[in-house]
């Protein structure tokens, strides 16, 4: 089965992101791991984002409903106080992200390590919650057929993530600056890790995955981070630094920032996703 990163995959349709050839072992591989400590402490933004996304999914308060991507629990934490009666799977590719939700989660939130690309659950849940994690995913055809499988007729799939134009800035300066000495030799050329997508090619995607109505639409929201340098390390440049030997990660870090200028302000575009699968009945047969 083939990976983000896989050379001898299917060539990838227009606006997905194919990773370089060339990329170190750990991309080739699929996620890697993230530094859930700054992570928890910056992602302010985030958890912002993740209350407008929550309004969107109406909730009697006894469903079953997945995070997928929950990163360290926060939005998990928030969309179980609107479910009293019901559950949440919360669901990482990260063993550092999964280890960090599982201590700040009760323990009745069921937290999984899994890659979404092969997700599949025991049961099939009511509705499907994400929140700035789909843009890590090279693969939106096969991730919106995984998501598909696991829900239940007329499970909805509400979520959030980095969108056409997200921190076009950002990415800019780092590619100017990565592709100078002393970096160029491990960063120079490289495309960056996301696929930022458009609200058409999404909706086309999510159709063809299986969903019987698909609404995407795309929303600036900048960030002023109160820490630059630590949000910009654990969330902007945080694949940048896989990349780079030890003794060039705080450099690198330094140097973005210092030409990106002060008062910071990252140009984020968030791409927002609400879909329904189709059919009236609930089924929640296993769903692998
Ligand atoms: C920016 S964090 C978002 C976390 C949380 N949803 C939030 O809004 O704060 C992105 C998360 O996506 C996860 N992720 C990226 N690719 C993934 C994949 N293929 N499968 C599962 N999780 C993935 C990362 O491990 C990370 O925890």
């Not at 659950?121 to 055809?141: C, K, M, N």
């Not at 000495?181 to 890790?193: C, R």
């Not at 002023?224 to 030890?246: G, K, M, N």
Request: aromatic share 6%; glycine share 8%.
């Amino acid at each position: 089965m083939s990976q983000p990163g896989d050379p001898s995959a299917t060539p990838a349709p227009a606006g997905v992101l194919r990773l370089a050839e060339d990329r170190p072992r750990d991309y080739q591989r699929g996620p890697v791991d993230w530094d859930a400590g700054t992570y928890h402490r910056v992602s302010e933004p985030q958890l912002e984002w993740a209350r407008e996304v929550l309004d969107r999914l109406p909730l009697r308060g006894d469903e079953t409903v997945l995070d997928a991507g929950c990163g360290t629990g926060r939005v998990a934490r928030e969309l179980l106080a609107r479910l009293p009666r019901g559950r949440v799977i919360a669901v990482d590719a990260a063993p550092a992200m999964v280890r960090r939700a599982r201590s700040e989660l009760p323990a009745r939130v069921d937290v999984r390590q899994i890659d979404l690309l092969e997700l599949s659950l025991p049961e099939r849940v009511d509705a499907v919650l994400s929140t700035a994690t789909f843009h890590w995913i090279a693969d939106h055809e096969r991730l919106f057929r995984r998501l598909a499988a696991v829900l239940v007729g007329a499970g909805r799939l509400v979520a959030q993530c980095g969108g056409r134009g997200n921190i076009d800035r950002v990415r800019r300066t780092a590619d100017e600056v990565g592709a100078r000495a002393p970096f160029g030799t491990h960063l120079g050329g490289w495309a960056g890790p996301w696929n930022y997508a458009g609200p058409e090619e999404t909706e086309r995607r999510l159709l063809g995955a299986g969903f019987a109505a698909a609404r995407c639409w795309l929303a600036p929201r900048p960030v002023r981070p109160p820490d630059p340098p630590a949000f910009v390390r654990a969330v902007c440049l945080r694949a940048h630094l896989d990349r780079l030997p030890d003794e060039l990660r705080e450099p690198f870090v330094a140097a973005v920032v210092r030409e990106l200028g002060q008062p910071l302000e990252l140009d984020y575009v968030r791409l927002n996703i609400d879909a329904r699968m189709p059919g009236e009945t609930p089924d929640r047969r296993a769903a692998a």
